[in-house]
């Protein structure tokens, strides 16, 4: 009986899909039509972008966030009154991952229940307050609630980033695309490196630090109230002929019947999707995808990579390595790399890069033990 109860739901999903299509065949005249034509070129890569780049904001934040007390933990632990306090340091840093925790538990269902523009407004908010109580309190609680709070908006913005960026870039380029995202989160890091380089000097430079960033998650807000919204999730939403809109100011109106087209096949898929149990994720068909994935991310963060964009001015300044120098030259390699990959994404392919790098990886680990065994 549950067989066939799924059964009838996909095929009522499917016929409902259809029937919101305004009496287009979009599946004959997008895709068969185009192609025996052959008169229909690339959609544009301009249109998408400044609403990709808006996207990326909440990239370029995440990255100002994980290297802000960086080169500005001395004269905070100085001026809160927990300096030598290892403990205090450490909750310093890491309150803002236990709120990205928090914000990235409920960022699919806010993104799917409000929509993605308003969950990019949404993951702004708590960045401003978190920014404003870490720039103005005069305690270690203030700060720590000011982290947690910034790291919900941490945990929110860049998965519907990641999302909204594939969402609204077209196929042929939507590898570059997606690397945007990382290279805002490079760019964040840096400008935070860059700006805490006064720290050393001026006691209460932090909490300029802290200020800086509300300006861009302000921009956030505001310019995605002028951004465009996700095809993808207006036709979820039964909403056709704002779809169709909307398709026609990302990719002009050419365009429009093939990517429907597109939206019913994709349709029909995550209706296929949604017929696939939560417990099957862990075994059976899909578990190898899901542990390779979760591998992947697993391996980065295991690499120690967060320790060093949350230390290294603590580390070189112990090594004696002038500690301006040591984290621009951080800066440097991790936005060449990221460089490196959205040139190569859409030629050489996602797994060809993600086993060069890790071997790359694997090497520099063997090598920097090495030398620490030596």
Partial sequence: MRGRHSEAVLVHKRASSKEHLNGYDYDREGLLGHSQSGRISNPSWQRPLPHILVATISSFLYGYHLGVVNGTLESISVELGFSGSTLAEGLVVSTCLAGALLGSLFSGWISDGLGRRRAFQLCALP????????????????????RFFVGTGMGLGPPVAALYVSEVSPAYVRGTYGSFTQIATCLGLMAALLIGIPAKNDTNWWRVCFWLSTIPAALLALLMEFSTESPHWLYKRGRIAQTEEELERLFGAAHVKSAMAELL??????????????????????????????????????????????????VFKSAGVPSDIGNICIGVVNLSGSIVAMILMDRLGRKLLLVASFLGMACSGYEFTSYCCK
Avoid at 127 to 146: Q, V
Avoid at 291 to 298: C, K, P, T
């Fill in 265 to 314: 096949k994709s349709g029909n898929r995550a209706d296929e999707a949604d017929a696939v149990k939560f417990s099957e994720l862990l075994y059976g068909r899909h578990f190898k995808v899901v542990f390779i994935g979760s591998a992947l991310f697993a391996f980065q963060q295991l690499s120690g990579i967060n320790a060093v964009f949350f230390f290294s001015s603590t």
């Fill in 127 to 146: 960045m401003i307050i978190g920014a404003s109580m870490s720039a103005t309190t005069h305690s270690l609680e203030g700060m720590l609630l000011g």
